[in-house]
């Protein structure tokens, strides 16, 4: 059954009238600011898997503190056995360092008294007479 | 008999008269020392009249118990031997060999192609007076070889077939040390002579260490003293060899035989002066 000319006309005239409920601007602006945040958690890049883990973290309740305690402790244990032991890298001891520049010894010539070339023979130093 | 038979005899004569004689003339002489690890053998060869044969009694081997040998048979010899140099000489009282000529020195050979008795060439690298940081106390020559290095006492001659040195003791498969010809004549003069090897002393002291033949001292009394050698002088010539450093000196002075007068430049200060000594024997 359609509607008569004047029936649209004074459902027309009740819609005029019509207004939003109370708060219903307030709202609109939560939901607007949750989703941006939303948007942001989804977002790559450190600030998103930061926003996400916080998220997730607010999101586990009570249970948050046992996850935490783990967290520290695998933490400390970490650092306990990565940390250098302090034996190697213990400083070498300090060398004395000898700025004086000694002249080299002289080497010694020997002089053979005859052509045995054995490498174990054995000549004279020193000034020699003839 | 057919003319062919006694033509092939004929032949056979020649041929083993030519190899006789070719035997004859390659005899082998050599001589063995008695070391501690068994006997050490040298090729001989005769110099001078025929009846000297010199040989090299290399490092731990008992020079002065050398035996010459001919042809395996050991010969009824006089041995003389020079205790700095090595070198042995042996007197036969038999009859005179065909003695090898002697070149009239070995000083001038570096760089020269020289001819092994025997077989193979050589050439002289250059002079060693020192090993491993000792002096020696003669020069030697370096010698590389063509073929495989000699025995010690192979004669070394120059193309005209004079010896101008003696092979000595072996440094590689293909290099040796060879005594120069000057030290043969040195010794043989010394056995013909006095029938002894006896060294030079003049009475003067040098430093090995010193950068040039330098006099450190000269002894009262001595042939240098009485020559007019002071300390400070510094050597420029003994007899025929220059000298630049120390180990010229001493190869110099190795050739200095007692009684035989030797001339000498030496420089004092910004002068140089000649002077003649006669070493006197070393006692």
Known sequence: MKPSVEEIGSLLALKRHERPEEGYFDDFLREFHQRRREEEALKAGPSGWLRRASAWFSSLGASKWAYGAGLAYATIMALFLLAPDSAQVQSAPPVPVNYKVAPAEPVAVEQLNALDLRPSSQGSTGEQEF | ?283
């Open chain 2, 1 to 283: 008999m057919s003319s062919s038979y006694w033509r092939c005899l004929l032949a056979l004569v020649v041929a083993w008269s030519i190899s006789a004689f070719a035997a004859h003339a390659q005899s082998a002489w050599d001589a063995v020392f008695p070391g501690p690890g068994g006997e050490s053998g040298s090729v001989a060869f005769p110099v001078g009249d025929g009846r000297f044969f010199v040989a090299v009694a290399l490092s731990e081997m008992q020079a002065d118990a050398g035996r010459l040998r001919s042809s395996g048979r050991v010969l009824p010899t006089e041995v003389f031997v020079d205790p700095v140099s090595r070198l042995v000489v042996f007197h036969v009282s038999g009859p005179a060999e065909r003695a090898l000529p002697l070149a009239a020195t070995g000083s001038d050979l570096v760089g020269s192609e020289l001819r092994v008795k025997g077989g193979g060439t050589g050439k002289a690298g250059g002079w060693i007076k020192q090993i491993n940081g000792k002096m020696l106390p003669l020069s030697l020559l370096k010698i590389e070889y063509s073929a495989a290095v000699p025995r010690a006492g192979t004669p070394l001659m120059d193309s005209t077939g004079a010896v101008v040195a003696v092979a000595h003791q072996t440094t590689s498969a293909k290099t040796g040390y060879a005594l120069p010809v000057d030290v043969v004549k040195r010794v043989l003069a010394d056995v013909q002579g006095a029938g002894k090897v006896s060294r030079g002393w003049i009475g003067l002291n040098l430093r090995p260490d010193a950068a040039v033949p330098q006099v450190t001292s000269v002894k009262d009394g001595s042939p240098s003293a009485s020559a007019g050698v002071k300390s400070g002088d510094v050597l420029l010539e003994v007899g025929d060899r220059q000298l630049s450093d120390y180990a010229d000196a001493v190869n110099a002075f190795y050739y200095l035989r007692p009684g035989v007068s030797t001339p000498v430049r030496l420089k004092r200060g910004t002068q140089e002066i000649s002077l003649s000594l006669t070493p006197v024997e070393k006692r």
